[in-house]
């Protein structure tokens, strides 16, 4: 594209040394700079990309998007910020692709991942594709491999990449994963998402956000920003579901589900057995009897959401609830990787989201059962959550293994430190610790019997651990089967 082409299409910008170049490409890291890119100087916690672009430059860039005029013989875009006019570049290079989708954002605090998931094999199941871009990578349809991705929803660029290339692939519908970060970043600016969905708002990211209020406005940007004629699904049950409605815009469809308080998508007579979760679902069309694979209250949420999107576009509810009863669940969400005893692997490492599972764990315990948590809770993470951490494993598990989750540069003694100011009685015969998190779950194996249920919490599917040097293969589904099967 030409850089005319781009500089007339962005709002605001001050043209310096300005020369006519063909753009094929957008940067940020000046390590991967390509030649032809336009370098954008992103301004980070950590780094000034403006210090950079001077390597980029070297490295073949053919322009600089930058804040301040540099000393740099290169033709100049200056805006007042890079880092929320890097979607704006985005979106003008590749031309607004989401103008050609139907995208369903999800956001919330936990279960962002099951939801796109239903979402589309929901799609699918109606014949019709839908992509999905999240956590695990993003995918076009549910029998591709995962392309993997570094962040929750990409920066803007791949974004906007990874949008560009749904519209190629002839892709029509897309469900997306929209973190806080994200939005807080204006990484999804230049979108126009068609569909909002709130999961539930609890504590996470304030190392980031500092208050829940912060965490509370940058996820309001998805609903603030819908247009006329798009939807908004709201759990009625979550504490802030009044202010996310009072922030949607006028013309906008709201869509309500819940358990405890009125909605339009509601689930009662709820129950949970070893077999998964039943429930009848209540809405306009009348009520029908859902039993699912899927276990936990929380797994009656995400349902509820996904039921609520779906039938927002007009697919059929038995359609829907044909592949909720028939889904297994998503890798790394309550899932049991050994039998006996019952070992759950879950991604849960924010204190509702541990609470939630284990107490769709206790649900599944039989008399003689002992329900035993292992966790622990990031490095350079908010450090609020971690005593609360504690506390609800103390209130609710019978035995607590408390280890080292991803400690990143802190020393897991103080991570662990931090937990264990949240057990109200550290009784040696009920908790134990172990920093390494391979002979934690390796210890499961002595301290376990064959009728209890094991919660392993944290890291779900991650296939790492981040360490102060190094990060090194981790997956606690694997560390699991080698310990449990050798004991079966």
Request: aromatic letters at 6%; one cysteine or more; hydrophobic letters at 35%.
């Amino acid at each position: 594209m030409k850089l005319s082409k781009i500089i007339k299409r962005i709002n605001n910008v001050k043209e310096v040394n300005f020369e006519e170049a063909e753009i094929t490409g957008i940067s940020y890291n000046s390590k991967t700079t390509k030649p032809g890119d336009i370098f954008v100087c992103l301004v980070g916690e950590n780094s000034d990309g403006h210090d950079y672009a001077n390597t980029a430059a070297e490295k073949g860039a053919k322009a600089i998007m930058t804040e301040r005029e540099l000393d740099i013989n290169l033709p100049q875009i200056i805006v007042s910020s890079t880092r929320h006019q890097i979607a704006e570049l985005a979106g003008v290079f590749y031309d607004y692709p989401s103008k050609e989708l139907n995208i369903i954002g999800v956001t919330g605090t936990n279960g962002k991942t099951t939801v796109t998931h239903l979402l589309q094999k929901i799609y699918e199941a109606d014949n019709q594709e839908c992509g999905i871009i999240g956590t695990l990578g993003y995918k076009f349809k549910s029998s591709d491999d995962y392309a993997e991705a570094k962040h929750t929803t990409p920066q803007a660029p791949e974004f906007q990449a990874d949008l560009s290339k749904a519209v190629h692939r002839g892709i029509k519908n897309l469900a997306v994963e929209v973190s806080s970060h994200s939005l807080e970043q204006n990484r999804v600016g230049a979108t126009e998402f068609n569909m909002a969905v709130l999961t539930n708002l609890t504590q996470d990211h304030l190392d980031y956000h500092i208050t829940m209020n912060n965490y509370f406005e940058a996820k309001a940007k998805l609903f603030r920003n819908l247009q006329p004629g798009s939807c908004a699904v709201i759990n009625a049950d979550d504490e802030y579901a009044k202010r996310f409605i009072s922030v949607i815009p006028c013309g906008v469809k709201i869509i309500t589900y819940g358990v405890r308080n009125e909605a339009d998508f509601m689930a009662v007579n709820v129950s949970f057995s070893m077999k998964g979760a039943e429930y009848t679902l209540r809405y306009g069309g009348g009520e029908k009897k859902v039993s699912l694979q899927l276990n936990g209250m929380f797994s009656i949420y995400n349902t509820l959401a996904a039921i609520a999107a779906a039938s927002a576009n007009n697919i059929m509810t038995d359609t829907i609830i044909k592949v909720l009863e028939e889904t297994q669940g998503v890798a790394g969400r309550f899932e049991a990787v050994c039998k006996k005893p019952l070992v759950i692997v879950d991604y849960a490492h924010t204190p509702d989201g541990l609470e939630n599972v284990l107490k769709a764990a206790r649900e599944l315990k039989e008399e003689e059962s002992r329900l035993i948590c292992l966790f622990g809770c990031g490095g350079d993470r908010d450090a609020t959550k971690r005593p609360k951490m504690g506390k609800i494993a103390d209130e609710i598990a019978d035995i607590i293994v408390v280890t080292s989750d991803n400690p990143r540069s802190e020393d897991p003694g103080l991570i662990i430190s931090d937990i264990m100011a949240g057990i109200k009685t550290v009784n040696p015969k009920r908790v134990f610790v172990e920093s390494e998190r391979r002979k934690a779950i390796e210890s499961l194996k002595v301290i376990s019997k064959p009728k209890d249920i094991i919660l392993v919490a944290g890291k779900g599917h991650e296939d790492y651990q981040i360490l102060k040097d190094r990060t090194i293969h981790f997956d606690d589904r694997e560390e699991v089967r080698k310990v449990f099967e050798d004991k079966e």
